[in-house]
């Protein structure tokens, strides 16, 4: 059975040098992190950002929010599908240090991280947080009407609910987009994508979730199908769209390559 985490879903930078332009309101019952396009841009839609395990106030994930925001240009809601339960910035601090922590260091910081991670296991299991996930784009859908264009960017945790998304019919989205998703079954979650939900996929090309084999695969499924797209990333790990290093200059190109990536499918098929 498939680990629900492997390690680089632990390890990351946090981006210090931006600050979030966006606001903290509630969106459909939802606490959200908020950002909006330019003044004077005209808005494509709206894309919701399911994050990854450290949630909707991770600043990474914020900074993005408000690059998609702007470049788009859109609206993009980032909601606390975890209800406050979310991995914190101190247990990514925690874990990051832990290859290189003596016995005694390591003890104790698996005495402090492991009642989080076991809280977050037990409180967004599929089973649990798949229903508030979709009630959401059912209520934003409901709102914006069948003409309402509605975009969804997951990653790691919220690939999975992403994909899903694109298995709807009639649709909920107009167009989806992950970046290293977690715990999707090959070839069976892709298999299920349908054509009427474009489908984008950024991914590194021996990911700790999708090995070498289950990449392949996925890139033989989607490529003859027109309206999706898989782009492999040579040598990106797990977690590189939102917790990439921007220090270094490969991890920098291939973050800034999934964010285009993004950009350019929302901007194509919210147009």
């Known amino acids: 059975m498939q680990a629900p985490f492997c390690r680089d879903c632990f390890t990351g930078t946090l981006r210090g040098d931006i600050t979030p332009v966006g606001t903290e309101q ?4 939802v606490p959200s992190y908020v950002s909006l396009p330019p003044e004077g841009a005209r808005s494509l839609g709206t894309v919701v950002i399911i994050t990854d395990a450290f949630g909707w106030k991770l600043r990474n994930t914020r900074v993005l929010a408000d690059a998609y925001a702007r470049r788009v240009p859109c609206t993009v809601v980032v909601p606390d599908f975890h ?7 101190k247990f990514l601090i925690l874990a990051d240090a832990l290859p290189t922590a003596n016995i005694f260091t390591k003890i104790w910081t698996y005495v402090r991280v492991v009642p989080e991670l076991v809280r977050f ?6 089973a649990v947080a798949a229903p508030r996930v979709n009630a959401f784009f059912h209520s934003l859908r409901q709102e914006l009407g069948p003409s309402g264009k509605i975009s969804v960017a997951g990653f790691c945790w919220g690939g999975l609910y992403t994909i899903r998304l694109t ?7 107009n ?9 999707i079954s090959v070839p069976a979650d892709i298999d ?3 054509d009427d939900t474009p489908l984008s996929i950024a991914n590194g090309d021996d ?15 989607l490529r003859d199908r027109e309206r999706h797209e898989v782009v492999v990333y040579e040598g990106a790990k797990h977690g590189f769209a939102v917790r990439g290093d921007i220090g270094d200059p490969k991890q920098k190109e291939r973050g800034q390559g999934s964010e285009d990536q993004a950009v350019g499918w929302f901007g194509r098929w919210m147009a």
Not at 121 to 126: E, S, T, V
Not at 207 to 220: F, I, P
């Open 26 to 29: 509630i969106v459909h019952n």
């Open 121 to 126: 296991l037990l409180y967004n299991r599929y």
């Open 192 to 194: 299920k994508v349908k």
């Open 175 to 183: 167009c989806a987009f992950t970046a290293h998703p977690s715990l």
């Open 167 to 173: 298995h709807m019919s009639p649709p909920l989205v």
């Open 207 to 221: 990911d700790q979730y999708l090995r070498r084999a289950k990449m392949e695969t996925v890139v033989k499924m």
């Open 83 to 89: 209800k406050g339960t979310s991995l914190t910035e």
